[in-house]
Each structure stands twice: as C-alpha cells, then as structure tokens.
C-alpha cells in the first residue's frame, strides 16, 4: 500500500489542521492506521491509530481531547483532525499503516510496515 499525507499548514495557536492519509494499492479497513509525529531532533511520537480490532481508536495522552482520528472507506482516506493546536504541536506529521490484524504496541512507530512522506505542522504562538 501506498500512503500520502497532506494538510499540514503554518496555523497560530489554538487554530485547528486537518490532515488527510490518502491510500492506494490496498484498502485502510484491512490495515492498522496511525498517525505520527516527529519534532526537530526528537524521536518519533505516537499521536494516533485506527485499530482493525472493532475499528477501535486511541490517542496520546499529550493530545487526547483535541485530536481526533476518523476514516472514510469510501473515499479509502485516514483523517487527522487537530484542534487547539499548541507550539508544542509543531512537527513533520506522518502516516502509517500495517496489515496485521494486532500490533504488539500501536505507539511504537517500528511496528508499522507502510509509511506516508509526512506533512509538515507548524504552529506559530
């Protein structure tokens, strides 16, 4: 499968971002779909996932409340909606996927086989 993320934007705090993880060469509800960030000079950070268990989601703790992670089949897209966006926000964003039924660990960015080139956010205080 091949992923593409875009939507990511110069926004000001408090402001909201949508990315979008477009897919082809496979369909997002037989695979694990996340969402990952990378900061300068930081590791990469789970943000979050469409599990393939129930369709079950889950959220970093740093972001739960304000990012909500949703998909259209139709259209075989994950989204990423960001609201309240904080400086601490700013990162390369990026998508990833994996056609195991289970993960051993959603947040551990090696567990996941397909990656997106990622979308830069840039949020300005």
């Known amino acids: 499968v091949q992923l593409q993320a875009f939507g990511g934007g110069l926004v000001q705090a408090g402001g909201f971002l949508r990315l979008s993880c477009a897919a082809s060469?496979?369909?997002?509800?037989?695979?694990?779909m996340g969402w990952f960030r990378q900061a300068p000079g930081k590791k990469r950070e789970f943000v979050a996932v469409?599990?393939?268990?129930?369709?079950?989601?889950y959220v970093a703790d740093s972001v739960k409340g304000r990012f909500t992670i949703s998909r259209d089949n139709a259209k075989n897209t994950v989204y990423l909606q960001m609201n309240s966006l904080k400086p601490e926000d700013t990162a390369v964003y990026y998508c990833?996927?994996?056609?195991?039924?289970?993960?051993?660990?959603?947040?551990?960015?090696?567990?996941?086989?397909?990656w997106g080139q990622g979308t830069q956010v840039t949020v300005s205080s």
């Open positions: 469409w599990s393939r268990m129930g369709g079950r989601t």
């Open positions: 990833a996927a994996d056609n195991s039924l289970i993960l051993s660990s959603y947040t551990n960015y090696e567990e996941y086989d397909y």
């Open positions: 060469g496979g369909t997002t509800n037989r695979f694990v």
